[in-house]
């Protein structure tokens, strides 16, 4: 049984920046791709960013991309999300995923498991 379990979130003003981590129990780690999506009430989940086993390739959605850093390390299990320069905009509750029968990937479906989200608020 895989648990993810994210921390980090909280309230800043824009321009401000935040890192998340999620701390992941899975002894193949090192071997599952790791991802991160946010979602406010009435939208969907939207991908944020993804991120390989071994750290070598990244994706970030378009309103992400030049602000967020997605990061890994494999001897702790962890994933972070290094989020500069926020927006209002940027305010949902952030979620980290895990895909283990997938490489890096921009679709929810390919994951499988799931932590149970921290909040980000971006006041303007």
């Known amino acids: 049984q895989v648990q993810l379990v994210e921390s980090g979130g909280g309230l800043v003003q824009a321009g401000a920046s935040l890192r998340l981590s999620c701390a992941a129990s899975v002894r193949t780690f090192s071997r599952v791709t790791m991802g991160w999506f946010r979602q406010v009430p009435g939208k969907e989940r939207e991908f944020v960013s993804t991120?390989?086993?071994?750290?070598?390739?990244?994706f970030y959605s378009d309103s992400v991309k030049g602000r967020f850093t997605i990061s890994r390390d494999n001897a702790k299990n962890t994933v972070y999300l290094q989020m500069n320069s926020l927006k209002p905009e940027d305010t949902a509750v952030y979620y980290c995923?895990?895909?283990?029968?997938?490489?890096?990937?921009?679709?929810?479906?390919?994951?499988?498991?799931w932590g149970q989200g921290t909040q980000v608020t971006v006041s303007s």
């Open positions: 991120i390989s086993w071994s750290g070598g390739s990244t």
């Open positions: 995923a895990a895909a283990t029968r997938s490489g890096p990937t921009v679709l929810r479906a390919d994951y499988d498991y």
